[in-house]
């Protein structure tokens, strides 16, 4: 017998397990179909986010952090450190138990809330039957009134690079190896690539990330992208622009990588390479053809505003919809499409979803760039306030960056906040309060932030937009 269920779950990561959390809690009768396999060939929850992404790579960046600030960081403090040293393995173990432990949690959660995981691979089939492929390959089949696709994104493979072992990887290889590679590649400057590069770097890695745009982190705005590079430049993490990779080649040295860039024909020796050039949405046969599931141009699940299919009572959310591919992005839809189903009629600001690239300096932003701004023709008002003047930054030794504010012209209110600087990952928190209460930078600029702070670049940089940040220099208003 079949059984039925009131909304099936296609992946369980951050936006399949929160849209099945949210659903139980409302009172709908839930299952989630996951079939990841982890590292220790368990079935795990968790999706990308938990395994082998978001979780694991801050756990690398906050051990490699530490263990750079061991080295060189410390010394202006008076603290000298001799004979450390830096245990790979031990590294993993930890990042691991992390991964387990909150993967484990997810598990908890769905017994406290009465949800069915169903293990294996799961297939959409006409009249919202959902065909579920469990590792030993039994099949069995449930149904639903509704369903929720969260199948989530698999990283790009270049033909020009194919995964070959641990020596050309994508993210999760490199958040795995267990030694330091003393010369790495990494093809693509972009979230991964920074993030990761930052990582083996500070492990000792001579690190070349190559890009093929001209431009740095063309995402952000250009005040935080040159200010971000400079900084990288600092460290050592040599990022060359606009080198187009043409072959990698295994050589008795290492790995051969092709490239041309301004200058002509280019080759450059690693011994391991990411390749880190984007992912795309995981949708092959995740629907039988009867179904008439259609996808985008990119292959991605065609969805509106609501995060709703051409099918009635199909909805996708998370890395194989539009948008950007976040983890707080596929929860926010996973919890809109829950509450739409019991017609509550919740709403997803797309503008307002906050980024953040955990490299040191943090890099974060909510809202429109710059550039953004002057090409949809609207008129703004800028202010910025540089970390080198805030105390506590100072005192933390991370006194490197800025807040950068844009204000609408006529309005004043906030429509862009770009950071680069010291815990802009809980910085931009703020921006993201103050964009969704349609907040003024006067409103901002009229509250009291704690001392010494580095709120208080928050609230200068507010000061600044109307010309009267108290310790900076101010742009002369006409
Ligand atoms: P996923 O997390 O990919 O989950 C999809 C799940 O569906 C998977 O578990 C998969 O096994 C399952 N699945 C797929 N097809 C089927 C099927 N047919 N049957 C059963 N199960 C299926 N984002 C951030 O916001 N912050 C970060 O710091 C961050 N860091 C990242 C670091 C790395 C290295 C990577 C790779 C990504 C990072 N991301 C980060 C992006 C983030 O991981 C994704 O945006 C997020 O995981 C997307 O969530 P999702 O639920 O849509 O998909
Ligand atoms: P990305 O889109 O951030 O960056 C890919 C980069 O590769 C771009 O700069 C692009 O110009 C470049 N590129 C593309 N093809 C190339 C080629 N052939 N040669 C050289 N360069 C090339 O993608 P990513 O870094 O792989 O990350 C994938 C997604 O994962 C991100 O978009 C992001 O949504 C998510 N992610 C988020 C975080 C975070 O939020 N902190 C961290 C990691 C990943």
Known sequence: MTDKYDVIVIGG??????????????????????EWINKQDKPALGGTCLNVGCIPSKALLESSERFEEMGHQNIDHGITTTGFSMNVPKMIARKD?????????????????????????????ADKQVAVTAR??????????????AVGSLPVELPIAPWLDERIVHSTGALDWESVPPRLGIIGAGVIGLEMGSVWRRLGSEVVVLEAMDSFLSAADDDVGKASRMQ?????LDIRLGSMVSAVEVTEEGLTLSYTDKKGEQSLTVDRLIVAVGRRANTADIADPAVGLALDERGRIAVDE??????PGVYAIGDCVRGPMLAHKSSEEGVMVAERLVGQQPHID??????VIYTDPEIAWVGQTEAELKTAGIAYRSGSFSFAANGRAKAMDRANGLIKVLADASTDRILGVHIVGPMASELIGQAVIAMECEASSEDLARMCFAHPSLSES?????LSVDGRALHGINKKRK
């Open 306 to 311: 609501h995060c709703a299919t051409h099918v």
């Open 136 to 149: 030993d390959g039994a099949v069995t089949q449930h149904a639903a009134e509704n369903i929720i696709f």
């Open 458 to 462: 928050m609230h200068e940089a507010m």
């Open 232 to 236: 990288f430049r600092k460290q050592g």
């Open 350 to 355: 797309y503008n307002t979803i906050p980024w």
């Open 13 to 34: 990561g951050p936006g399949g397990y929160v849209a099945a959390i949210r659903c139980a809690q409302l009172g709908l009768k839930t299952a989630c179909v996951e």
């Open 97 to 125: 138990k992390i991964v387990q432990q909150l993967t484990g949690g997810i598990e908890q959660l769905f017994k406290a809330n009465g949800i069915t995981w169903l293990q294996g691979r799961g297939q959409l089939l």
